[in-house]
């Protein structure tokens, strides 16, 4: 009997890949643009073919704006400022509602989050309250 090994590929595996062959690659009208040392592979094609909504995901979570930053902190346990002004407790930020806004803000419907779930929970898990992010450069 052969042992068979199964790769999971995700998003964020594809943004890493197009980046360790120097590509810069950022979301412009809700379309992934790259521009590196010249062509991207039919590989690379066929890995943002086959991971569309994922690598979407993937470039706006590694440079997440204001709003995301403010829920990532609120999920990874920040206090919410909010708390004090009320005199009950407010819900929590759960994956769903991160995979919910990051896949609206990508231009997928928010009912169908599970499309980035494996994206946001793996960036998520990681995330560490109030930490600086890199800068976000619209069409730079």
């Known amino acids: 009997m052969i042992a068979t090994t199964t790769v999971v590929v995700n998003g964020l595996e594809v943004l890493a890949q197009f980046t360790e062959a120097g590509y810069r690659v950022w979301l412009e009208g809700g379309e992934v643009q790259a521009e590196g040392p010249g062509p ?41 400022p909010l708390q004090a002004e009320t005199n009950r407790d407010l819900p929590r930020v759960t994956l769903k509602n991160l995979a919910a806004a990051v896949a609206a803000s990508v231009g997928i419907p928010a009912t169908e989050w599970e499309r980035v779930l494996p994206e946001v929970e793996e960036h998520a898990g990681a995330w560490e309250p109030d930490r600086v992010v890199p800068l976000r450069m619209e069409g730079v």
């Open 40 to 80: 991207p592979s039919a590989d690379l094609m066929g890995l943002v073919e086959t991971h569309r909504d994922g690598l979407k995901a993937a470039i706006l979570i590694a440079t997440p704006p204001p709003w995301l930053i403010r829920m990532l902190n609120l999920y990874a346990g920040a206090p919410n």
